[in-house]
């Protein structure tokens, strides 16, 4: 299996679903959203760790590579992934 | 309206039709050198072997998407209207010079270089390897504010994306972004795989003839 379906297989059977309008792979049980651009610049073993990471699943938990998105783009997405 | 009840995409569909005027300029100026430019390779080309040139201006919706798609998680910042700006973007306006086989498109590079030499070159690569050349700059005598970028490209890698286009995101621009899922990257990267071997047998074959 090539890198990136080892990665898209990774993200499946961890239950994320991808979204067309946000470019992100996101997860409403574990409240996990991580952009496509985390997932191509992170290898398998990094992207694993992050679907099993326990973050509480309280609130939303981005892993972006420019860090945490500001206040706004945060609401803008976890409104319309919740 | 007032400035604070615009949104970030009222201003810079403003921007966008404010700016069209040059765009179309920049694209009527890029494309006219280069048609002119390559016309001695296209002149001289075997029976076998194909060269076309097309010209673009990026639709505003379009224009606003990639500036968008630029954001993780493709969300403008409201609070920040003034760090957005379409001039940031290269391809406003945009040539591709198609050719058929590969093997032309370092000929067709290296002249466009005499031409252009101080354009920053931006190869279009996927899984370290180069799929498209790529430069971006600014015609002088037409604009100052908008950059062009050309693009030389093997015919059937353009004309895959020219169908990828009108498929994926003519009916939505935001419906590109299918075209960034991991899965979808992988069958996108299989189809450049495949037309890249079909040319290099193509070429072989009608070196032989």
Known sequence: MTTLDTKQHILDEAGFVYSINRAVYFNRKSKKIISVEFAMDHDEEILERVTREDTGGKEWKFYFNSGEPPEGVRREIEAELA | MPEAERTVEDRLREEYFTLLPEIRRVADRLEAEIRYHVLPISGALERHERLAVKCRVKSCESALEKLRARQEGRAFQGDRPEIYTLTSLNDLAGVRVL???????????????????????????????????????????????????????????????????????????????????????????????????????????????
């Open chain 2, 99 to 209: 050719a058929f086989p590969r093997g032309r498109l370092a000929e067709i590079d290296g002249r466009l270089l005499e031409v252009f030499p101080s354009w920053t070159s931006d190869p279009v690569k996927d899984d370290g390897e180069v799929q498209a050349l790529k430069y971006y700059g600014y015609c002088r005598q037409a604009s100052d504010k908008v950059k062009g970028e050309y693009q030389i490209v093997s015919m059937l890698t353009g004309l895959f994306w020219e169908v990828e286009h009108s498929a994926i995101y003519k009916p939505d621009a935001r419906l590109g972004q299918i075209a960034l899922n991991l899965g979808m990257r992988q069958r996108t990267r299989d189809v450049a795989r495949a037309f890249s071997a079909f040319e290099e047998q193509f070429e072989a074959l009608a070196r032989q003839d």
